[in-house]
């Protein structure tokens, strides 16, 4: 079984507790305006763009219509070919097998305190993450996921039993907005929060929050009124997110960062709300 990597980040300590190893899925099905990591969302077409836009030679255009093989000695990491693609992609995917996986972890293990699955959107990959989850367990560290919501999780047992926690984004509740910013429904994400709080799965709650109006207030209290019996017995968070402009695709970037006063109202909304633990960041 494989998947497709866009990278590995080897030490975070943003994606969930403790330092972790992070897996940057390649693909998603939402296409949210305000992505700062654009590159992780669509497929390579073999088109050879970025390939012509390197001047490092670390892409070498071995096959027409294929992707191009990546020279990662050659790579500066200048991002042109990132910039160049016209289908938010990245000509430095691999596809890792769960021995890929393991063997890039082996030498970096003791160091981190578990794994966390993001994207793209990893749940994509729910089969792959089934598999790996359980043999990363065994070295005692903790497995977490990252995900829009978009997965019926519930039709993912054995995953939820192997996966020790779930951070949750949900980008708007009014669905229209939801819709405008991310071109999906979001019935299933909050089919999705409910689930996971039920289950005690859920760990964080998270909302990018921008200067332009997608309705950061209804979020929030829908978000409450609908979990609000798990938030104490399960201790959920809710992260605040504050729209940065860095990675975002450059027509989208007006959607603003917020102001302090705004975040700092939001804030005080969740912590009225229910939520005991809110943070910033």
Known sequence: MTALINRI?????INGPGTRMVLVFQGCNFRCKSCHVPDTL??????????YSCHDNALKL???????????????????CINACRKDSSPK?????????????AGRVKNIQGITCSGGECTL???????????????KRSCLIETNGSTNLEKHSDLMESC??????IKAANPIKHEELTGRSNTQVFKTLE?????????????????ADYGAEETILKTASLIRPYISKYDIAYRLIPFRVFGVRREYRRLGTPSREKLEGLRLLALSSGFTRVFIS
């Not at 995917?93 to 972890?105: G, P």
């Not at 990959?125 to 065994?138: Q, V």
């Open 9 to 13: 980040i080897d030490y975070s300590a």
């Open 42 to 51: 669509g497929n390579c077409n073999g088109c050879g763009i970025c390939a």
């Open 62 to 80: 071995d096959i027409p219509g294929k992707a191009p093989s990546w020279l990662e000695e050659n790579c500066t990491k200048c991002g042109a």
């Open 93 to 105: 995917i691999k596809r890792m097998s769960i021995k890929d996986i393991l063997d890039h972890a």
């Open 125 to 139: 990959y729910a089969e792959f993450m089934t598999e790996l989850f359980p043999i990363i367990r065994r070295s």
């Open 164 to 169: 020790d926690g779930v951070m949750l984004d």
């Open 195 to 211: 689930f996971l709080a039920r289950t005690g799965k859920l760990i964080e709650v998270r909302t990018l929050i921008t200067q």
